[in-house]
């Protein structure tokens, strides 16, 4: 993500961020979690105790194994 906001043409075509890592972009989720609250139509720390829920029943609903 944060690439894909660098004026260079080559830069736009990495397939990782190049800040963060090959796994998670900070600003991505950043963004991620201001869409999911407008989607919501909560705050961004409400989303985030909410989208933390969520993924919690998630994690308990798929066996709540670490590595499947």
């Known amino acids: ?30 963004q991620d979690v201001r869409e999911y609250a407008a989607q919501k139509e909560i705050d961004e720390q409400a989303a985030l105790g909410l989208g933390m829920k969520e993924k919690a029943e998630e994690f308990v609903a798929s066996g709540g194994e670490i590595y499947q």
């Open 1 to 30: 993500y944060h690439d894909e906001t660098l004026p260079q043409e080559g830069a736009k075509l990495a397939h990782f961020c190049s800040m963060c890592g090959p796994h998670f972009c900070s600003m991505k989720i950043t």
